[in-house]
């Protein structure tokens, strides 16, 4: 009986408030099933794949008032080469994704500026919908949060706990990253 090795890719996350990590677990778990092995990881100043144990790189990061995590440039730019020559994945976690029609990646706003200024062309491309948690805010995001809430025609009640993930979206995002490390 012989078995053949299944390939393995790096998970890496920039969650601020741990919603982008849950999304990263998702993804882990859903590869898995498909036949790919994941090792995940906390964005960092040390984060760094190794191309002769990973096939692939997945990045799931979120947004913060319009920004990603500089950590992620940093990733990007120092192993360019590699990330474009294996199977890539970039999920941008955004609120601004919680209606369907801001939750394509090619008119994305955040996702399009951070593609542009970093360059980078991930094989596949997802925003999702991340989580309003207004009690867990410090009252300085809360209030930022709030003010673009209100612009958007988004809720700014300061008790609401909403998840906005869309699960099966997560789980189909995965199916295709898995389709492509499996080539």
Do not use: C, N
């Amino acid at each position: 009986m012989s078995s053949t090795a299944r390939p393995r890719v790096l998970v890496v996350y920039s969650s601020r408030f741990g919603q982008a990590e849950k999304i990263a677990r998702a993804i882990v778990d859903q590869l898995d099933v498909r036949g790919v092995d994941a090792d995940l990881e906390s964005l960092s100043a040390t984060t760094a794949p190794d191309p002769k144990r990973h096939a692939g790189l997945a990045l799931v990061a979120s947004v913060r008032y319009g920004f990603f995590d500089k950590l992620a440039y940093r990733l990007i730019d120092e192993w360019r080469t590699w990330l474009d020559s294996v199977p890539s994945l970039l999920v941008t976690v955004s609120l601004t994704a919680r209606t369907e029609a801001k939750r394509d990646p090619a008119v994305h706003s955040y996702t399009v500026k951070f593609l542009t200024k970093s360059g980078w062309r991930p094989g596949h491309t997802a925003v999702v919908a991340g989580m309003l948690d207004y009690p867990r805010y410090r009252i300085w995001d809360r209030l930022a949060i709030q003010m673009i809430m209100s612009i958007t025609h988004g809720p700014t009640d300061p008790k609401l706990t909403i998840e906005y993930t869309d699960w099966d979206q997560v789980r189909a995002t995965a199916d295709l990253y898995a389709d492509a490390v499996l080539g």
